[in-house]
């Protein structure tokens, strides 16, 4: 049963390593294409996930200053703030 429940666990975390894999690429290509133009991603690393997260979700909305309107899914922030907290 041991054996059963390990295999299980490290399932689950290939699985979440290869989503975080993904988002970390999307979120790369994303920042590329709508953020380095003014910013820089090893400026943010170390930062809060979440944090970031809410960031760009206000900025999104209009609810925070920022040089210009962007557009961006949820799915979409989620992915530029998981590889802008990596700063690579």
């Known amino acids: 049963m041991k054996t059963g429940r390990m295999f299980v666990v490290a399932v689950a975390a290939l699985g979440m390593a290869g989503w975080s894999l993904s ?42 200053k920022h040089k210009g309107k962007i557009t961006l899914s949820d799915a979409d922030i989620a992915a530029v703030a998981t590889f802008m907290s990596t700063g690579k």
């Open 23 to 64: 988002a970390s690429a999307d979120g790369k290509a994303t920042f590329e294409k709508d953020c380095a133009e003014c910013h820089e991603a090893g400026d943010f690393a170390g930062e809060d996930v979440k944090g970031l997260t809410d960031s760009i979700k206000k900025i999104a909305a209009g609810q925070m």
